[in-house]
DNA sequence: GGGTTAGGGT
């Protein structure tokens, strides 16, 4: 994330007694203004109502438009209104109901929890949890939104309102809001399946429906069920599908609070543009010539489109003569968007939105900038380059970004008045009954498209030009559908049989995930080794691998390494492939990255390739900032991919070799330079993804029989070995296997032989055969 | 012979 490379430690104050004054002065001031803005936002006025909601219902569904301040003020009302308390002092809500949930017999989780929590004896009382935890998608969110609040209490951060995110902890004993991770909050629910040590969770941006998001929601209706009337759910989203949550959760109530938007003004193409890409650069240089300061925010849908579109734009750019470049001229060939509609007037504040009218006479004011600055922005690109996106542009310039949706959510530009909408995106799927993910170019959802408009107008009137049609906008999906309904549930499904939910297929979804997806899950967990026949949790296997923080088959890789003494490099590669990846392969420059690429190739595959950029990295001065930096830049590689490569690494060397619980306790040997311990561990954790070389140069996946081919990027593409195993298939053009490593067929029935054990002459010799074994 | 949207983990 752009944001986290930047947040810098907050630089601790030399108070001397001279400057004391001053500086509660200042303070004061501060608090003061903070104040004043606190009771401005839309949240303040509805602050009562809320709590008065609460205080009747058990799950509050609160639509709180963009601007209407609830991330921030909702859990301080909560606190205020003493749903978060230091223990013993009584509560606006009576702790009578404390102990319905244990009344009310073990339900769904005791079990493991027994075998589990740190407390041993079952329940843990939860009427001491007294904390209020506010789960967000994204750490940034977490953090940042946390030191905001921390502010605005006049606390320090960490002390009564604190955040956790993996990797860090920012909490204490005192601590009463807490700000976290979805995901986090989840890894919590494994070892304290009641959530005891809150008292409120709020769950915000629900409407992005994560993984985390959807199974948290399950998971806590079971809660509810079992806590009684000493917890208290609510649900934040930012758009009107209110409904749905209510329609879940029993006796629930919605409430509305509008936002703070500036309104933004629609436009639509007249006619369906044939060429998006050509359509976006087009509509860009008419903004540029005809609109008013602001710069223009563009939505395509990968790296490889942006950097063309860069091209194209900087090429366009140059051909232009200089007047021209600052006129109307450079529209000739665009037509833009010219049917119009209003929409998001309901979301302006003040006069009630305002309109088409408004909007002009507002970004009327100020002359039209001559240079067009093109700046690029997506997940992958070098943070120094992201920067530059958030730079102010110099006056008499606008600039142009070019952005995945990464612009969407997770970074918001400063100075975006004019939108432009492709109306596509690049979207992951996933083929359960191939068990194969998929990744293609697909129209946005309605909900997308307005989120999209919506950053046209958050620091004044806007306006977003979408490529398409009207009609088509009401064609589109209203929206996306939720990731668990299109992902891998490996990891899911095996927390929640550590949580002692055993009918995975019976499990209280908000939107159910396709059957055959859950049934994968269930007989790659079965080949793993982390169910027994009865679908119950192993203790050997599946209770460890639902503690290791890492796809359950990479996991499974970490457990044999442990026994085949390389847990060293073992960690390395898991902790890199965890990570996203760190290989950065412009295309203008293919010839230096491949050139640089060598030094770490390795001929045994991209595993251990994976380990010799790993190492290359660890060898370095860790407090050198500097030479870190260089070696990445030199070598292609993403710093922040390795970045958190080495933190993960960290925390798996950490709970692997720490004594057992909370750690696993196992040995963490070196092989040292010896490939052969590691490649018989991959293949023990990676053996469902094993394949065999086709006469035509092509693979068959042993246990699928299904034909792949290795990917572009794969070192093994031109050795080509007989047999090996792969990370993932992707099927983009064709169905791909990325990320292989070379192996002896021999090894499968003997690494394996649950899976392989009554075929293994048909397996080695390369027959499709363990796919009965399933 | 040819290519990786965005998030997230005790």
């Known amino acids: 994330m752009a944001n986290t490379e930047h947040e810098k430690p907050r630089p601790k104050k030399q108070r001397r007694s001279g400057e004391l004054r001053e500086n509660d002065a200042a303070a004061a001031e501060r608090r ?55 223990s013993g002092s009584k509560g606006a809500v009576p702790d009578d109901g404390a102990d319905e949930g244990a009344a009310a017999g073990p339900g769904p989780g005791s079990a493991r929890t027994a075998a589990t929590a740190p407390a041993a004896g079952g329940h843990r009382a939860y009427g001491g949890g007294q904390c209020i935890a506010v789960t967000q998608p994204r750490r940034v969110a977490a953090m940042t939104v946390a030191r905001r609040v921390a502010e605005e209490m006049g606390t320090k951060i960490g002390q009564q309102v604190g955040y956790a995110i993996r990797f860090e902890d920012v909490t204490s004993p005192a ?95 007249a006619r369906p543009e044939d060429n998006y890409l050509d359509a976006a650069i087009n509509a860009t240089l008419q903004v540029h010539g005809e609109e008013p300061e602001g710069d223009v925010l563009v939505f395509l849908t990968g790296q490889d489109e942006i950097d063309s579109a860069e091209r194209l734009l900087k090429d366009r750019l140059s051909s232009l003569p200089a007047a021209a470049r600052m006129a109307g001229v450079v529209g000739a060939a665009a037509e833009l968007p010219g049917e119009e509609a209003a929409e998001g007037g309901g979301g302006g504040v003040e006069g009630g939105g305002g309109g088409p009218a408004a909007a002009e006479a507002a970004a009327a004011v100020g002359g039209r900038p001559r240079e067009l600055l093109v700046l690029p922005i997506y997940a992958a690109l070098p943070p120094e380059q992201q920067m530059k996106v958030f730079e102010p542009a110099p006056p008499g310039t606008r600039k142009a970004i070019l952005a995945t949706n990464i612009a969407e959510t997770s970074i918001t530009i400063p100075g975006v008045r004019y939108v432009i909408d492709t109306g596509h995106v690049k979207a992951r799927d996933y083929n359960a009954k191939l068990g194969l993910e998929s990744l293609a170019v697909v129209p946005v959802s309605q909900a997308q498209a307005r989120q999209r408009s919506g950053r046209a107008g958050r620091e004044g009137p806007g306006k977003a030009y979408r490529l398409y049609t009207e009609a088509d906008f009401s064609q589109l999906a209203a929206t996306t559908p939720p990731e668990i309904t299109r992902c891998n549930l490996a990891s899911v ?48 296997v599946g209770l460890r691998l639902s503690r290791l923080p890492v796809d359950p088959m990479f996991g499974r890789v970490l457990l044999a390494a442990a026994e085949l003494g390389c847990g060293v490099e073992a960690l390395a590669v898991v902790a890199m492939v965890s990570a996203d990846n760190v290989f950065h392969t412009p295309r203008q420059k293919e010839a230096e990255w491949r050139a640089a690429r060598l030094k770490f190739l390795s001929r045994e595959g991209d595993h251990l390739t994976l380990l010799n950029v790993f190492r290359g990295f660890m060898e370095l001065p860790k407090e050198s900032h500097k030479a870190r930096t260089g070696w990445c830049s030199d070598n292609f590689i993403n710093i922040r991919a390795l970045r958190k490569a080495e933190d993960i690494y960290t925390q798996l060397v950490r709970f692997m070799g720490h004594p057992c619980p909370p750690g696993l306790g196992l040995p963490l040997a070196t092989c040292g330079d010896e ?100």
């Open 32 to 86: 003061r203004r903070i104040d004043a803005e606190r009771r401005q936002l839309p949240a303040w006025a509805a602050r009562d109502k809320l709590l008065a909601l609460l205080q009747q219902h058990r799950t509050l569904v609160l639509v709180g438009e963009t601007g209407s301040g609830k991330t921030t003020q909702i859990p301080q009302f909560l606190l205020a209104a003493k749903f978060g308390k230091s």
């Open 175 to 269: 601590t009463r809001i807490k700000y976290m991770t979805d995901g986090l909050l989840l890894r919590e629910a494994l070892v304290d399946p009641l959530l005891s040590r809150y008292r409120v969770v709020v769950i915000d941006e629900a409407h992005e429906r994560t993984v985390h998001t959807d199974v948290l929601l399950g998971l806590i209706k079971g809660v509810q069920a079992r806590r009684g009337d000493d917890f208290r759910l609510v649900v934040m989203s930012a758009t009107l599908d209110a409904a749905r949550f209510v329609d879940y959760f029993p006796g629930a109530v919605a409430a509305l609070v509008r936002g703070r938007q500036f309104p933004v003004q629609v436009l639509y193409t």
């Open 493 to 540: 499904v095996l927390q929640l049989k550590a949580m002692g939910i055993d009918d995975v297929l019976g499990f209280d979804f908000m939107d159910p995930p396709p059957r055959t997806a859950i049934l994968r899950s269930l007989e790659l967990l079965f080949a793993l080794g982390a169910l027994d026949n009865s679908g119950k949790l192993t203790e050997e």
């Open 675 to 774: 490939t052969t311990p590691l490649r018989r561990a991959l293949t023990a954790g990676l053996f469902p993804h094993a394949a065999r070389l086709q006469p035509d140069g092509s693979y068959r996946v042993i246990a699928t029989g299904r034909q792949v081919f290795l990917h572009p990027s794969s070192v093994l593409l031109e050795r080509k070995p007989d047999c090996l195993v792969f990370n993932e298939l992707m099927h983009t053009t064709r169905t791909y296997a990325r990320d292989a490593t070379a192996i002896e067929a021999r090894w499968l029935p003997e690494l394996a032989p649950a899976f392989f054990a009554a075929k293994a002459s048909a397996a080695t010799a390369g027959v499709s055969a363990a796919g009965a074994a399933r």
